[in-house]
């Protein structure tokens, strides 16, 4: 089983690197890093809405601090070699393609092939809107820039015609070390989701979900996977947001999740120091 950690970094948590170094040093497979560019003060619709609540409730101080996982995991791939560097997630529809496809190749470059890309749709719709997003069919926005960055990613002369992206014959490089490009990782749990990572995905990221819902989502990508006739086992599953309870993990690893991927809180270097090492000697001794 393969173990990650993801952390919401700021400007008073662990630096990054510090991090990446540790982690990588104590034999962590992975480190995924989120992204909110911005979080709008007024928000009406998100999925920690409490029921019966008027308006937003506030949300954790790290979620309005975190830094852009891009550039940090490209201060993080400078300074380790193993690590699998990640987000977790990027919210696709919030950036443009063509600036997207040119971030992800070149982080992926840096790290000599080490990036997994995972993404989302997002769920805060004010926030999506502000970035030039359509909140309502965001998911197939989702999926149409994927498309559009993987002709980017594998073509020389690479144009798209779609709907929400539309954009004559280009060249973009550098290339994806990876190839044809990194992992695609989708997170959510909606009930589309598999149709989705089949068709334009190379994995999945269920957050907080229990073994049963994994083992459930592992039986799903098996049969659509059969269905289109590609192989079941070139999905992944990366339980996102598990404790680090051995037990569960060994039970997660046996109902088909791939990776786990652990909380790190945003905290100073020695309080962040303190909890991986402590994670580590709990799964990884």
Not at 11 to 32: C, H, P, Q, R, T
Not at 49 to 60: D, H, N, Q, T, W
Not at 72 to 94: D, H, M, R, W
Request: hydrophobic letters at 40%.
């Amino acid at each position: 089983m393969k173990i990650g950690i993801y952390c919401f970094l700021t400007d008073y948590s662990i630096d990054i690197a510090k991090l990446a170094v540790e982690a990588e040093n104590l034999g962590f497979e992975s480190l995924w890093l989120p992204e909110h560019p911005v979080i709008p003060k007024v928000r009406t619709m998100q999925s920690y809405l409490k029921p019966g609540s008027e308006g937003a409730e506030e949300l954790p101080k790290q979620y309005y601090d975190t830094v852009d996982p891009f550039v940090a995991l490209g201060k993080a791939s400078g300074v380790t070699t193993k690590l699998k560097l990640a987000t977790g997630i990027c919210l696709v529809p919030e950036r443009n393609p063509l600036l997207l496809a040119k971030e992800v190749a070149t982080l992926d470059l840096i790290s000599s092939g080490r990036f997994i890309f995972g993404i989302g749709a997002g769920w805060c719709k004010e926030e999506t809107e502000i970035m030039g997003g359509n909140f309502e069919r965001r998911w197939s926005q989702t999926r149409e820039s994927i498309l559009a960055m993987k002709e980017l990613w594998t073509q020389v002369e690479s144009e798209f015609h779609g709907e929400f992206y539309d954009f004559p014959a280009v060249y973009s490089f550098p290339r994806p070390v990876q190839r044809p490009h990194p992992p695609i990782m989708l997170g959510g749990n909606a009930s589309n989701v598999f149709k989705r990572i089949v068709e334009y995905g190379n994995g999945w990221i269920p957050t907080t979900s229990t073994v049963e819902e994994v083992s459930s989502g592992r039986a799903k990508l098996t049969e659509l996977a059969n269905q289109a006739g590609v192989d079941p086992g070139g999905f992944e599953i990366s339980a996102f947001h598990q404790p680090p309870e051995p037990k569960l993990i060994e039970d997660l690893a046996a109902n088909g999740a791939n990776r786990v991927i652990l909380e790190l809180k945003t905290a100073s270097e020695d309080e962040a120091l303190t909890q991986l090492n402590g994670f580590a000697n709990k799964l990884l001794k």
